[in-house]
């Protein structure tokens, strides 16, 4: 298991930026999740 926390720039719409993580982790046959860190 990996676990990752990337800072995203505010100018980054978040909901692109998850719908391309998951065709890069499909094309990989990878099983991810995108969620937020919860303060």
């Given at each position: 298991a990996v676990?990752?926390?990337i800072n995203?720039?505010?100018q980054i719409h978040?909901?692109?930026l998850r719908e391309e993580f998951m065709?890069?982790?499909d094309?990989?046959?990878l099983?991810?999740?995108l969620?937020?860190?919860k303060g």
């Amino acid at each position: 298991a990996v676990q990752m926390n990337i800072n995203v720039p505010g100018q980054i719409h978040i909901a692109g930026l998850r719908e391309e993580f998951m065709e890069f982790c499909d094309r990989l046959n990878l099983d991810a999740i995108l969620e937020p860190v919860k303060g």
